[in-house]
T-cell receptor, first 108, second 116 residues
Framework: DAKTTQPPSMDCAEGRAANLPCNHSTISGNEYVYWYRQIHSQGPQYIIHGLKNNETNEMASLIITEDRKSSTLILPHATLRDTAVYYCIVRARQNFVFGPGTRLSVLP | NAGVTQTPKFRILKIGQSMTLQCTQDMNHNYMYWYRQDPGMGLKLIYYSVGAGITDKGEVPNGYNVSRSTTEDFPLRLELAAPSQTSVYFC???????????????FGSGTRLTVV
């Protein structure tokens, strides 16, 4: 599976959009981009995934560049409860590999 | 549905002791996984199973054993506990390991283990 690169930490003001970037320059054509988050010490929680089209659900939007070498997770109106570590994972059919992720702090 | 249930939530072991971390899921998922997470780090895969009777090693299997006698249960056994096994252990399950499967993995709430 392709490797991903994420910034170690980010801050976002409450009520503003949080844009979390992820680079995956070695992604293969059959690999999906997944996003999970981990709040405090809980188990990771699924957010969204996509292949090449942009995706949106009730939690977030996923924007994937046309060349698929990077993506951005967007939380449109961040709340304090969105403070968590966010993991970007690229995989096809192998098991998930969770890197260190991005620690997002939503500030009041 | 309960989802993925892990027990116990906390445990302190002495060096050399053994224990079994329990994991059960009620979603009829074929695939189950054990991860460990050290402080400030990502999750590392210990073992996984693609169905009852079938298990395979992940990234960090040494010091652990697993079994999968039923679809629902996937216990993780620690033999001769060592301080290096102090970690938070997460069990997960999924319908399919293929990326197109519905919503990826469902995780349990974790077992915090300290070996002293």
């Amino acid at each position: 599976d392709a490797k991903t690169t994420q910034p170690p930490s980010m801050d976002c003001a409450e009520g503003r959009a949080a844009n979390l970037p992820c680079n995956h320059s070695t992604i293969s054509g059959n690999e999906y981009v997944y996003w999970y988050r981990q709040i405090h010490s809980q188990g990771p929680q699924y957010i969204i995934h996509g292949l090449k089209n942009n995706e949106t659900n009730e939690m977030a939007s996923l924007i994937i560049t046309e060349d698929r070498k990077s993506s951005t997770l967007i939380l449109p109106h961040a709340t304090l409860r969105d403070t968590a570590v966010y993991y970007c994972i690229v995989r096809a059919r192998q098991n998930f590999v969770f890197g260190p992720g991005t620690r997002l702090s939503v500030l009041p | 549905n309960a989802g993925v249930t892990q027990t116990p939530k906390f445990r302190i072991l002495k060096i050399g002791q053994s224990m079994t971390l329990q994991c059960t899921q009620d979603m009829n998922h074929n695939y189950m996984y054990w991860y460990r997470q050290d402080p400030g780090m990502g999750l590392k895969l210990i073992y996984y199973s693609v169905g009852a009777g079938i298990t395979d090693k992940g990234e960090v299997p040494n010091g652990y054993n697993v079994s999968r006698s039923t679809t629902e249960d996937f216990p993780l056994r620690l033999e001769l506990a060592a301080p290096s096994q102090t970690s938070v252990y997460f069990c997960a399950s999924s319908y399919s390991t293929w990326a197109g499967g519905a919503n990826g993995y469902t995780f349990g709430s974790g077992t915090r283990l300290t070996v002293v």
